[in-house]
């Protein structure tokens, strides 16, 4: 697999649900993002994970729990979500300051809360 | 500032240019990205340009960049149907730090007509 693959594609859960999106980089980059685009909104920015090191954005919710067990790996796990939190959920990732900073996204999983 | 503003729709012609704008506030950005969305899909890198050039040409695409009016433009020449996707246009602040986080706009609605 070339890339960045993310699982599930379509993801549909209860508000009392816990669930895991994943996460996998094969390009060698040593960060790695969750991005959340919602309907008409810009993409926010939620985590960064780079040589260990865990960047959050604080309007996050705690319900969104990130994990980066190693730099090609990237976890978001999810539990007592809200119908708003309905979305689709990017990874990315990049060569971090030696490079051009570009970003290079997953496909997406698809997140719907009932 | 990290506000990134572009219209949400442009409608064009099959063989016609588009141009889709992008505004920016942060004079300090260094990298500006153009990323295109296709239904379905994650975003995919289509071009950027540094800071401090004016004009970058990649075949059927052009980017203009004023940064005097915090202005970034897409042009793309002999537009396709294939070329009907979301197009957002990104900005990056590296400063010494090892991640690059990136600032979205909404993304501009490109449809093609035959």
């Known amino acids: 697999e070339t890339g960045v693959t993310q699982t599930p594609r379509h993801l549909v859960m209860g508000m009392t649900n816990k669930k895991s999106l994943k996460c996998e980089q094969h390009?060698?980059?040593?960060?790695m993002y969750w991005y959340k685009q919602s309907a008409k909104k810009p993409l926010e920015l939620m985590f960064v994970?780079?040589?260990?090191?865990?960047?959050e954005n604080n309007s996050v919710p705690s319900r969104f729990s990130p994990e980066c067990p190693n730099s090609s790996h990237l976890f978001l796990h999810l539990h007592t979500l809200q119908p708003e939190d309905s979305a689709l959920y990017l990874c990315?990732?990049?060569?971090?300051?030696?490079?051009?900073?570009?970003?290079?996204f997953g496909e997406g999983s698809r997140l719907t809360v009932l | 500032g990290e506000d990134v503003e572009q219209s949400l729709f442009l409608s064009v012609r099959e063989g016609d240019s588009s141009v889709i704008n992008c505004t920016y506030t942060?004079?300090?950005?260094?990298?500006l990205y153009w990323y295109k969305q296709e239904p379905g899909a994650g975003l995919q890198l289509l071009t950027y340009?540094?800071?401090?050039?004016d004009m970058k040409q990649d075949q059927r695409l052009t980017v203009l960049l004023n940064k005097k009016d915090k202005h970034l433009s897409l042009r793309i020449a002999d537009t396709q149907t294939g070329d009907s996707a979301i197009y957002f246009c990104?900005?990056?602040?590296?400063?010494?730090?090892?991640?690059?986080?990136?600032?979205f706009g909404r993304g501009t609605q490109l449809t093609v007509w035959p």
């Open positions: 990315a990732s990049s060569q971090g300051s030696t490079s051009t900073g570009e970003l290079f």
């Open positions: 390009l060698g980059h040593n960060a």
């Open positions: 994970y780079s040589l260990e090191e865990r960047v």
């Open positions: 942060d004079s300090s950005s260094t990298y």
């Open positions: 340009i540094f800071s401090n050039m």
């Open positions: 990104a900005e990056t602040l590296i400063r010494g730090s090892t991640l690059g986080r990136l600032y």
